[in-house]
T-cell receptor, first 114, second 110 residues
Framework: DGGITQSPKYLFRKEGQNVTLSCEQNLNHDAMYWYRQDPGQGLRLIYYSQIVNDFQKGDIAEGYSVSREKKESFPLTVTSAQKNPTAFYLC?????????????FGPGTRLTVT | QQQVKQSPQSLIVQKGGISIINCAYENTAFDYFPWYQQFPGKGPALLIAIRPDVSEKKEGRFTISFNKSAKQFSLHIMDSQPGDSATYFCAASQNDKIIFGKGTRLHILP
């Protein structure tokens, strides 16, 4: 089956710890994205990558970091500098370069930091 | 700041009724206007999209109406069913950016 996988589905961490969220796609898409979803806030872009070894900050990149060493993988690290990390995180990919309207989303990771 | 304003925030419709969700945008350079559907605990999925040179697009029970002069577009769900209960996001895209509305939580009463 082609698609995007995110793991784990639920993640719990103590405040002050860094945590890495996994995102893998087998759709052969060039572009990948990370969004944060909070109740009533819609989808806010954290980082995006158009090609391997290149990525750009989105609207709310502070406190997050990413890497794109392989076309299939785009992990997101939530650092201890992120002031309010508890949220639902969504990874997406797009078949025709950055910000094509047709984005394919993974099932999401719900992160809870206490 | 560029925005896509979506309303209402929540909507309750009787089974068989018409659900209508509205969005407004500011940037006339947007070139696609997609709608996404998200079920609880899942990622959003593309439902239907329209270009600004088209006034209406229909796919099954889902229709996008687009008013370019008013910079508004809307999603109509005909014969709404309980399985349509989900959160719907409108969006606007242009080359290097896609902006999502804040979402509408739709509940269809059985």
């Amino acid at each position: 089956d082609g698609g995007i996988t995110q793991s784990p589905k639920y993640l719990f961490r103590k405040e002050g710890q860094n945590v890495t969220l996994s995102c893998e796609q087998n759709l052969n898409h060039d572009a990948m994205y990370w969004y944060r979803q909070d109740p009533g806030q819609g989808l806010r872009l954290i980082y995006y990558s158009q090609i391997v070894n290149d990525f750009q900050k989105g609207d709310i990149a502070e406190g997050y970091s990413v890497s794109r060493e392989k076309k299939e993988s785009f992990p997101l690290t939530v650092t201890s500098a992120q002031k309010n990390p508890t949220a639902f995180y969504l990874c997406a990919s797009s078949p025709q370069g950055a910000f094509n309207y047709e984005q394919y989303f993974g099932p999401g990771t719900r992160l809870t930091v206490t | 700041q560029q925005q896509v304003k979506q309303s209402p925030q929540s909507l309750i419709v009787q089974k068989g009724g018409i659900s209508i969700i509205n969005c407004a945008y500011e940037n006339t350079a947007f070139d696609y206007f997609p709608w996404y559907q998200q079920f609880p605990g899942k990622g959003p999925a593309l439902l239907i999209a329209i270009r600004p040179d088209v006034s209406e697009k229909k796919e099954g029970r889902f229709t996008i109406s687009f008013n370019k002069s008013a910079k508004q577009f809307s999603l109509h769900i005909m014969d709404s069913q309980p399985g349509d209960s989900a959160t719907y996001f409108c969006a606007a895209s242009q080359n290097d950016k896609i902006i999502f509305g804040k979402g509408t939580r739709l509940h269809i009463l059985p």
